[in-house]
């Protein structure tokens, strides 16, 4: 069996990691195409050092543009790769530009095609990536769900037949990273000594927003503990677009981190403060509170116990020293993205359920 997995972004690289390790532990062929939609090295080839990952066997280096633009400029190489490795399944991780194209040039060309990350709905139809995830559901020959309320979700959209519930590919590498950077003794460069919490910043919602991200910077400087800013490109972009300087008060800038050095930062703090999902769930994976700028989640599970707290308005910054100081949850933790062992699992779907 052939599987041809496409990504582009960092999350994609984590989730790719066990992924290729439990395809080669179960023989199948596996070609990697990177479509370059992250193209920095800090935040792409560190990653693929970092967790292992074989190399890609295509670069498309389509770099970055308006969301129809970069869509529209994987499609065409997408499709023609696709047509000449005509592998058993397309594998499609999460929810990027990347994600779409790649569902979009294997369904034109009735190449099967499978979504890693299946069912994961925000509601919330100004985000992209809800349109990317939807769409790249409903146009999937089958649906790799990491919880049981993405099961649902699938189902009340009538995909129950093309669904299995497989876990969470996340848990698999974060809890290995985890387990080695505490044999280690790893610490995050750069992370100030005492009690600290550690900040990204990317989406659209916040960074384009001009008084809405200088509004969140403020609060963040004014935090009583340093907070490690590990900045996106993105954001050191549109902050000098917007004239907000990111280096005041209790901000401490840094680049973006290789995975086990951010495992590392997140496991040396005492919290998150993020819009990244990816981010929010493995703080909770890893059992610090996360505070999340945005106004819902993926995630609900991290939720409960007020593990995970969404602060949705810039008023609500107003408070965020309360929150994002709350200490650990209200209540021991679920694991409802299972015990590590979810690329195993895909792995034998794919097989089982090859066409």
């Given at each position: 069996m052939k599987v041809l997995s496409v990504?582009?972004?960092?999350?994609?690289?984590?989730?790719?990691?066990p992924v290729a390790e439990a395809l080669g532990d179960a023989g199948v062929e596996h070609v990697i195409v990177h479509t370059g939609q992250h193209y920095d090295p800090e935040l792409s080839d560190v990653f693929f050092a970092d967790l292992r990952i074989p190399a890609p066997d295509v670069h498309l280096a389509v770099g970055s543009g308006s969301h129809g633009a970069q869509t529209g400029a994987m499609l065409g190489p997408l499709e023609s790769v696709m047509a000449e490795q005509r592998p058993d399944w397309v594998l499609v991780y999460g929810d990027t530009n990347s994600t779409l194209a790649a569902a979009l040039a294997a369904v034109k060309i009735h190449v099967p095609l499978a979504h890693l990350e299946a069912g994961l709905r925000s509601f919330n139809r100004r985000m992209p990536e809800e349109h990317n995830r939807v769409l790249t559901d409903h146009a999937a020959d089958l649906l790799l769900a990491p919880t049981q309320v993405a099961v649902d979700h699938l189902a009340a959209e009538g995909l129950a037949a093309r669904t299995e519930l497989v876990g969470d590919v996340m848990t698999d590498v974060c809890f290995r990273v985890r387990d080695a950077v505490l044999a280690a003794g790893t610490r995050a460069p750069g992370a100030p000594d005492g009690d600290h919490v550690v900040a990204t910043?990317?989406?659209a919602e916040n960074t384009d927003d001009s008084a809405r991200l200088a509004a969140i910077v403020e609060a963040l400087a004014a935090l009583p503990v340093p907070v490690l800013l590990l900045a996106h490109p993105r954001l050191r972009a549109k902050a000098a677009e917007h004239g907000i300087a990111?280096?005041?008060?209790?901000?401490?800038?840094a680049d973006p981190l290789p995975?086990?050095?951010?495992?590392a930062a997140v496991l040396g703090a005492s919290g998150v403060v993020t819009d990244s999902g990816g981010l929010q769930k493995e703080a909770y994976l890893l059992g610090r509170p996360c505070t999340t700028l945005r106004t819902e989640t993926e995630w609900v599970e991290t939720l409960e116990g007020e593990w995970n707290m969404l602060v949705p308005t810039i008023a609500e910054l107003a408070r965020l020293d309360e929150i994002v100081?709350?200490?650990?949850?209200?209540?021991?933790?679920?694991?409802?993205?299972?015990?590590?062992?979810?690329?195993?699992?895909?792995?034998a779907v794919l097989q089982e359920r090859r066409p």
């Open positions: 990504v582009g972004a960092r999350p994609q690289f984590v989730k790719l990691a910043l990317h989406r990111l280096d005041r008060g209790s901000i401490v800038v995975y086990h050095e951010m495992v100081l709350r200490g650990a949850g209200a209540s021991p933790q679920a694991t409802p993205y299972g015990a590590g062992d979810a690329a195993r699992r895909v792995a």
